[in-house]
């Protein structure tokens, strides 16, 4: 199909997806919280994401899936053991969470899955784990399945896009967000995880999911639209490109006609048309004045579809366009 399901990347104006290993390791929490900041919390309570079942494998290696959250509150992140830049503030930053809702009483189940199955293995998850002070009695770190099961869960439940490192990398790249799930398995908010983490709004909302359970409405005015109702344009410039040469593809992003040169991330997602399964996601540049470019090079000719995944003001859209590549 043209378009996969809709996906955001991140919070509604948060550091978006970062490819691990753009920046120095850290494992202290980054940066003091922002209490009252607005933009690190964003409510998609009325958005019906919930997340799809699973059976994964814990810490100890023992199995630990969707049935055993049922009736729970829980949070949810993504990480990898080898990661040298997001990972570790995020990981420090959880626990500091952790921390701050066993003071508040909170009944909570803190859940990260791995993006590196492969490398993650049982064994390295409690060494991960004691590293950072991490209390396993109500934190589960998951692995225990394949690349392709993991992207499917992060890009159908959570909206948020996950990739394998590129040529000559081991770092993999995912989501910043904490996820807030109800007790019914729905995601009702999500917020920044690697700076600017809200903690007190985080306890507050679990705390209010404990008293009033999974029928509570979280308020606020912050719901992201889906792509059918997204006030954004986005338009994908180019159709003609030759095999093997650099081309630049661009996306334009306006709202209302006026250039948005401040979106908080646009992805392409590239695959040989019937194909989609190997589709690959690359970063695109902020060029200004609404542009967001992209050098790529096809390696052979034929037909590829690209998608462009906007979020930007609190809004998503990712629309799809064919290419023809020749020789």
Aim: proline share 5%.
């Amino acid at each position: 199909m043209k378009k996969i399901i809709v996906l955001l990347f991140a919070s509604m104006f948060m550091t978006l997806i970062s490819g691990c290993g753009l920046n120095s390791p850290s494992t202290k929490a980054s940066g003091s919280a922002s209490q009252n900041k607005p933009d690190n919390v964003t409510d998609v309570s009325n958005a019906n994401w919930k997340v799809k079942d699973f059976n994964f494998t814990d810490e100890h290696g023992q199995p630990y899936g969707l049935s055993d959250l049922k009736g729970k509150v829980w949070l949810a992140d993504f990480y990898f053991t080898n990661c040298v830049s997001i990972c570790p503030p995020m990981t420090a930053n959880m626990v500091k969470l952790q921390e701050k809702l066993k003071k508040a009483g909170a009944a909570v189940q803190i859940v990260s899955f791995s993006v590196d199955p492969k490398d993650d293995t049982p064994d390295k998850l409690i060494p991960f784990s004691k590293k950072y002070g991490a209390d396993l009695s109500n934190w589960h770190f998951l692995t225990g399945y394949s690349f392709d099961t993991i992207k499917d869960l992060s890009v159908n439940s959570f909206k948020s896009a996950i990739a394998q490192p590129e040529k000559g990398s081991n770092q993999y790249t995912h989501g910043t967000s904490y996820y807030l799930v109800n007790q019914n398995g729905q995601i009702v908010k999500f917020y920044h995880g690697f700076s600017d983490v809200p903690f007190n709004q985080i306890v507050k909302d679990v705390l209010a999911l404990d008293k009033k359970g999974p029928s509570m409405a979280m308020g606020g005015d912050m719901s992201m639209p889906m792509d059918s109702s997204s006030p954004l344009k986005v338009t994908i410039q180019g159709k003609k490109f030759k095999a093997r040469q650099k081309s630049l593809l661009t996306v334009k992003v306006t709202e209302k006609n006026k250039p948005v040169a401040d979106a908080e991330e646009v992805m392409f997602e590239i695959w040989k048309k019937g194909d989609q399964k190997n589709s690959k996601m690359y970063k695109a540049k902020n060029k200004g004045n609404g542009l967001y470019s992209l050098s790529f090079t096809f390696k052979t000719n034929g037909i590829y579809e690209v998608t462009a995944h906007v979020t930007a003001r609190g809004s998503h859209t990712m629309p799809t366009k064919e290419m023809t590549v020749r020789h």
